[in-house]
């Protein structure tokens, strides 16, 4: 067997893999800047949608890292690496993480469509998930909520999107619902204008709609007044604890009882002879 020259190495081995090698590292180089061009158009056509800052973020990096795929598959393939198999083999990586990370994803795709449809924003009272709170951060996996005794509680996004998401400072007012019972013996048409007078002389509460009380049932033991004012969104709690000291304090000082459930109990004597 003849020796090898080192012209023939040099043509047939060493030139070749040069070049692939230099064709692979140019393929690498100039797609990757691509992939930062492409990405970065994108990032400024969704921002311009006025798309969530977060969601572009993410969606961003999202592309990016499937186009660097894309570009290191391109630059193997050039190697003569059989990119066929490593395909397969990424293929099959992906989805065995993806059925691990099942529960992982499903908090994922909930969060991007939170952030998509926006059901409730930072700032808003909801009620979701079991809990309630101020949203203090909306992530990509978990929602974080502030109750309103000071806790912080983190809900993964695929528990709150499905459920029933009540967005309570949503509108910009809101209807606060009290029923107050008075006995039957009392006067029904001047507990009314008290509670009118209570209503009116407070400045928060809305004049349209204007607020109505008025007789919502005759129970067993009372009858039951409804009052219903609107308020702004914000001055909803303080408007009602208002009412209720309000009211009760004019009713007690106009003599009108309100009922609360007895109990009679009769004793009788049996004589044993």
Same mark, same amino acid.
């Given at each position: 067997?003849?020796? =090898? ?31 930062? /061009?492409?990405?970065? +158009? ?19 990096? +999202?592309?990016?890292?499937? /186009? ?95 459920? +029933? ?10 209807? =606060? ?78 003599? +009108? ?17």
């Amino acid at each position: 067997m003849e020796p =090898v020259s080192s012209a023939v190495i040099l043509n047939d081995y060493l030139i070749p893999w040069a070049i692939n090698i230099g064709l692979a590292i140019g393929i690498l180089l100039i797609g990757l800047w691509v992939v930062k /061009l492409v990405v970065r +158009i994108s990032d400024r056509l969704m921002q311009r949608t006025g798309m969530d800052p977060m969601l572009t973020r993410f969606l961003a990096s +999202i592309l990016r890292a499937l /186009l660097s795929l894309v570009v290191v598959i391109a630059a193997l393939d050039q190697l003569g690496v059989h990119t066929t198999s490593l395909i397969a083999v990424l293929g099959a990586a992906g989805l065995a993480i993806g059925l691990a990370l099942q529960g992982s994803l499903g908090n994922l795709a909930s969060g991007v469509m939170i952030i998509l449809f926006k059901p409730f924003k930072v700032g808003d009272f909801i009620e979701a998930a079991g809990t309630a709170g101020v949203v203090e951060q909306i992530r990509i996996f978990q929602t974080v909520l502030r109750t309103p005794d000071n806790r912080e509680i983190t809900v993964p996004n695929g528990k709150i999107s499905d459920g +029933i998401i009540v967005n309570v400072t949503a509108r910009d007012t809101r209807r =606060v619902d009290l029923v107050f019972g008075i006995g039957y013996g009392d006067d029904l048409a001047r507990a009314r204008d008290l509670i009118l007078e209570i209503v009116e002389a407070d400045e928060r509460i809305l004049k349209d709609p204007a607020p109505a009380v008025v007789l919502a049932d005759l129970a067993d033991s009372s009858v039951n007044i409804a009052v219903r004012p609107w308020v702004s969104s914000g001055d909803f709690w303080a408007v009602r604890a208002d009412l209720l000291e309000g009211i009760k304090a004019a009713f007690d000082r106009n003599g +009108i009882n309100i009922p609360y459930p007895q109990r009679d109990v009769h004793l009788y004597q049996v004589n044993s002879g």
